[in-house]
Each structure stands twice: as C-alpha cells, then as structure tokens.
C-alpha cells in the first residue's frame, strides 16, 4: 500500500531510478532478444537448407513427415502447458499490463517455452514472424528482473512495457518503433516518466543488438527520387486497396483460429501439426513463401511479372493463415509487412506498365504499402510511419507515407474491422472465462490521462460516477499536485490517479477508458 503511494507522489529521484533500472532492462531484454534472432536466423537457414536438400532426395520425404509431425506435436505440447506463448504474445502481454492472466505460469516457464517454440517453427518453415515473440520475451526478462528491482506493481509493469519496447528494438533495430508501439499497442497511454523509461530500455538494447548485427537496417531498398504531388492520387488508390485487404487479412485470421477450434479430432497437441505439413509441401514446390519472408523480397521487381508477384501473396496469405491461426510460438508482424510490400510491388508494376509511372518509384510503393498494410491490420498508424522509417534507413517519403497510412487507416476503420491485437485478446479472454473474485487486500494504482469531452472533463470530483472498488486519491495538474475534494474540478489533460485492489483491476480499468472516451 504504501509503495503504491509513494509511487504516485511524484518523487523526482524515484523517477530518475526507474529511467536507470529500465536501462538494465533494457540491456538484459535487448541480449535475450539478440540471442533469439541468431537462433532464428540459424533454423531459417537451415530450414531452407533441409527443404533443398529433401526436392533432391524425394525417397527421404516420408522420414520428413514423420518428424515434422513430431514437431509440431512437441510445439503443441509447450503451448498446451503454457497458453501465453500461443501466437505472436502481445495480446496476452496486453492482458496482463490492464490485470488480466492473473493466474499465469511464471516468467521464466514462458520465455523458455516461446523461445523453444519459436525456434521450433522456424527450423519447420512456418510463416511466422520473430517481433511478436520478441516483445513477449523482452517483456518477460522485464518481468523476471522487476521481480528484483521493482519497488511496486506499478514500476514492475512499466519496466514490463520498457522490456517490450527493448524487444522490437532488437528485433528490428528500430528503437523509436520500439518505443511509439508500446505506447500505441500496450500501454495505450503515457506520461513524462513512462515515455522516458520505454526510450531508455528501447535505446539499451538497440546497441546491444547494433554491437552483434550491425548497423545497417534491415531492409535495404534503394530510394533515387520521391514521388511527385501529381501523382498522389495513386497514393489514395493504394490506401484504399490496403485498408480493404488488411480487414480482409484480419477476418480471415480470426475465422481460421474459429476454424481451428472447430475441428473437434484435433487438440492443442495436435493441431500444430498441420502448418508443419503445409511447410513440407511448400518447401518442396514454392519455397520462397517460407518462414517470415525475407526471400520474398528478393523477389519484389520489375523483372517478375505480375502474376507472379499475385501468386507469392496469395501462397503467402494462405500459409501465414495456417501457420498463425494454429496457435503456434510466432508472430505476424514480419510476415504482414512483407505481404504489404508484395502488394506494393504489384500495385507498382500496375502504375509502370499502364499508367506512366517512372521505373525509379518501384521501390517508393513497396515501402509505402509495408507501412498502410500494417496500419490497416494493427491500427498503429504512427508506429507504421516510424517502423518503416527505420527499417529502410530513409526519410524522403514521410509526405507520402502519412497519404498511405491515413487512408488505409480510414479504410479499414469504416469496414468495422477491429485492430487485430485487439480482437485476439478478446478471444483469448472470452476463453479464460474470468470470474467475478472477491475483493484483495493488496493494492494498486491505476493511471488515467483524462481526453477533452470525456465524462471526467470539466467536472466536479462529486458530480462523476466513480466505479466500485475504486478510490481517487491524486490529480496532477501539470506539474501541480491536487489532493482530490468533492469541489475539486477535474480538467481534460488532467493525470489520475485511483487506487484499486489488484483482483478489480482489470474491471476498474475497462471501466474507465470507456467513461474516458469523448462524447461525440
């Protein structure tokens, strides 16, 4: 109790303390996330290895079989022990930041199981990507080394939002995306201090993983000139198709998992198998499709045709659907963004050949169709323009980018689609069925920024119907401390602060951002 408190009073040295232990996090994330992408980068080579090595010895195939279906019964059998390393991580890392999974397996149970799991995949050849899995993992290092350093349940969860934005920068050497997207995705908001903890943690391991791999980003398009205002009306065009084809790539998505749950011969053990079987035949006929993608972009120009370029995104789609919707430790972030590229370079061999595009902007709609497909998918708009930004290592489209982003945003926004980590946690927790538990004597803060025209703005603390099971005891007024009163009159931009027990904290929370959002 009295560490919450303290927690909240605004101490300036506190604050300082928490910016120094999210550097050791991010240190100590940013080497395990460093020693998963070599892990990666070693089964996915030898993943292709093994499938060449098979189309030359098709008498071995059968023995293939077997022991890709023993895989994929041994990935199924880790998620069947731990449910938190099912998929990409982030939806169930999002539970847990709002109070859900309160009965989980201990830090150390899942990062071993996700990154054995994911390892698995990859080596098998599964369409999945190695970001989401990374965050959950630098999460879960957070977690395990809050357990020691942190001074709160408050503390130990913005360390856990540091962990996660040192985990894609590592992953992607991209520390800003690493930064906006636990604000935009996780924590979902942000003050002073959290911001400062989640850039140092994201800035700690981004040199850790530079000091391994480098620091060239990870895609290395060539950009000769940017594309003139006169033909941002293809720009709209490609925003369009991306919003209208990543709600489709999230209604597939989630109807494949309800598929998945349908089959009533399989279980969690079993149904992994399947993606397995899909990489053996893919392997064996249409390579380039396997694990996250990266051959793919080998394959995005202008000397393949355009049916080709079709064909990849459709085997692509298709694969990442079987591979995902099972269930298994790996993530859609890469896999995603490179569908978003191939449809890039489809609507940019378009432009080129029937509408007097200029060769040079080839590159120019891959990147922006990378940045608007993911957009339309996560609905994190603001971490697709920096992610993109840092993965090519250029700047000259940001103009451009925003068009892209905005429209297909918009797009997929009046499709009803919702953001597809946040439909995944909605399953996940329909699933969990939590029940109403009783009151506990511990504890916590809860943390709320008000927005203008919400039910709080411009209102007594009276005259607001404060949800059971919480208390407000602070509001911070810029830099001014207020200790609430009846008469107290709350203001938009107002920070927060209402204590709650830890059982009632998710309920509390989900209570509080809907009386949060403005009142159109």
């Known amino acids: 109790m009295n560490n919450n408190y303290n927690a909240l009073t605004d101490n300036y040295y506190q604050k300082i303390l928490i910016v120094f232990k ?56 880790l998620v069947s022990k731990n449910k938190m390393i099912s998929g990409s991580g982030i939806p169930q890392l999002s539970g847990i930041i709002k109070g859900h999974f309160r009965n989980r397996k201990p830090w150390i149970h899942t990062l071993c199981c996700k990154f054995i799991g994911g390892a698995i995949c990859i080596l098998g050849g599964l369409s999945l990507g190695r970001e989401g899995p990374s965050i959950q993992l630098g999460a879960c290092a957070a977690e395990g080394l809050g357990k020691k350093i942190g001074t709160d349940r408050l503390e ?14 590592a992953a992607f050497n991209a520390p800003l995306a690493g930064v906006v997207f636990a604000l ?32 060239s980003p ?40 309800k598929l998945y749950g349908k089959l009533k011969f399989l279980n969690e053990k079993t149904k992994v198998i399947i993606p397995f079987i899909f990489a053996l035949v893919f392997g064996m006929v249409f390579p380039v499709v396997l694990c996250g993608g990266h051959r793919i972009v080998e394959e995005l120009t202008l000397l393949n045709g ?32 490179i569908l978003g590229a191939t449809i890039g370079a489809v609507f940019a061999g378009i432009s080129i050949n029937y509408l007097g595009v200029e060769q040079e902007l080839y590159n120019n709609f891959i990147i922006l169709a990378m940045a608007g497909f993911f957009t339309a998918i996560v609905r994190a708009p603001i971490t697709g323009i ?117 059982n009632s904290e998710c309920r509390i929370k989900e209570i509080l951002d809907k009386m949060n959002e403005p009142e159109i």
Not at 156 to 169: N, Y
Not at 313 to 333: C, D, E, N, T, Y
Not at 464 to 490: A, F, H
Request: proline share 2%; charged share 15%; glycine share 8%.
């Open 218 to 257: 990870i895609f290395k398009f060539e950009l000769i000139k940017a594309i003139s205002l006169n033909q941002y009306w293809l720009l709209i065009l490609l925003g369009i198709l991306l919003g209208v084809l990543g709600a489709l790539y999230n209604l597939v998505l989630i109807q494949t998992k």
């Open 306 to 337: 355009i049916m080709f370029l079709v064909t990849i995104f459709l085997i692509k789609f298709l694969f990442s659907m079987v591979s995902f919707g099972s269930g298994a430790p790996g993530g859609i972030f890469f896999p995603l963004i």
């Open 156 to 169: 130990r969860k913005i360390l856990m939002a540091s962990g996660a934005s040192a985990g894609l920068a």
């Open 386 to 502: 920096v992610l993109i930004m840092e993965m090519t290592g250029s700047f000259i489209h940001m103009l451009s980018l925003t068009v892209v982003v905005v429209t297909s945003y918009i797009v997929a926004d009046l499709l009803k689609s919702k953001p597809i980590y946040e439909a995944l946690l909605e399953n996940l927790l329909a699933s969990e069925n939590e029940e109403d538990i009783k009151e506990s004597s511990k504890k916590i803060v809860v943390e709320l920024i008000v927005k203008h025209g919400s039910e709080f703005a411009d209102k007594q603390v009276k005259d607001i119907n404060w949800p059971g099971k919480s208390l407000l005891v602070g509001i911070k007024q810029g830099e001014r401390n207020v200790i609430p009163k009846g008469d107290t009159i709350i203001k938009a931009g107002d920070y927060l602060t209402i204590l709650t027990d830890v």
């Open 184 to 215: 935009e995705e996780i924590f979902k908001y942000f003050s002073p201090g959290i911001l400062l903890s989640m850039m140092s943690g994201a800035v700690a391991a981004d040199f850790v993983s530079k000091q391994v791999f480098g620091m």
């Open 22 to 77: 999210s550097l050791l996090v991010g240190v100590v994330a940013g080497g395990v996330v460093v020693l998963y992408r070599i892990t990666l980068n070693y089964a996915e080579k030898i993943s292709f290895i093994m499938y060449d090595f098979l189309r030359n010895n098709l008498i071995l195939v059968p023995i293939a079989v077997v022991i890709l279906c023993l895989a994929g019964y041994l990935t199924g059998y």
